[in-house]
């Protein structure tokens, strides 16, 4: 609903106290004002628009769905295509654990299993917590965040039948439109977004990022991650190896480091070319983009089905002028090359989000 701002005083009725201190009187009425402190400042920025229809405020019942979760297809490619970086990350654990177990006397299947069952702590409440704050960069609404936020998040939640109370609430300080679906219930939005965009769109906002969490795809998404780390860092350790100047010194330990990385490697290429082929596996960053766009159209379909098309459509139509703006003024500065490089055929095909006339043609058939 629109809000009214109060309205300035007539000219006519002579000079008007300034609120806050009634001694005081606005430049040129005439009075000479007594000495006090210095100017008033500028009125803050307007409220952005409530034109959120709120059909389940407080008292109100709602009507939870029997099965708020789901694995959909999008969660499970995840899992599947992350399985050669997953078997690449146990081989280097175990090998981690033979290190230790022929050092310290530490059976090497302890590593392993801790390893394993680690995964656990993604819908761990306190691991989460840490997770957002310090590796995402999150932290709690202020006070006037929250009395903005958790109404829209409630009738977000409301219309889809889910209870809203499991996830937590977070907001990155950031001057960019952004929000973030994380491991088991984390629901971030940037400064940005919650400050300016007219509360519709924020709900069309949330309720895209709770699409990733009913769909499964942020808690898939970071078990990925985790479960290929060490495999990814044995790779980097690789690279920087290989890098590196070689002096006859470190030539014994950079071999031997070498020769039991490659042999890992080995093992992990030879057990992926089993279950997939080598050329899947060529071929294997292409496709875990193409299953994140496929995730981030499912995650605007289910906002959609809640009714939010088109004000999802309105959001997608200011962040791509926006990106075709910055674009512009990136190439007065960068020249033709620059305009080419974000938009090239390479950049789309590993880019994890579809573009921006991709999301609202399949919107059409909800707005």
Known sequence: MNRSAPQPPDPGDGPVPVDGDPGRFPPGSGTVPPTGPGPVPAP???????????????????????????VDVTALGKLVLALPTFLMSTLMVLLVGAVLDGSLGLPFWIPTALWLVSGALAFHRPTEDLLARYLLGLRRPM???????????????????????VYQLWVEESDDLNAYAAAGHIVGVTRFA???????????????????????HAWSSLLSHWYGLPGRTAWRALRVVARSVVTPARCAVYLSTGVLLLAVGGLGSTAAAILYGLPLLLVLPYLSAAVGRRAELRADRHAAQLGFAPNLAEVFQTMHANRAQSRRRTFAVGGERTQREPGSAHARLLSTHPDFPTRLHHLRGYL
Do not use: I, K
């Open 194 to 216: 919650l400050e300016q965009l007219p509360s519709g769109q924020l709900a069309a906002v949330l309720a895209h990022e709770l699409g990733h969490h009913a769909g499964g």
């Open 143 to 165: 006070p006037p965040e929250a009395a903005r936020l958790e109404p829209v998040w409630r009738e977000v939640t409301a219309v889809a039948g889910v209870d809203g109370a």
């Open 44 to 70: 803050a920025a307007p409220p952005p628009l409530d034109d959120l229809v709120y059909e389940h405020g407080p008292g109100r019942r709602v009507y939870y769905a029997a099965r708020q979760r789901r």
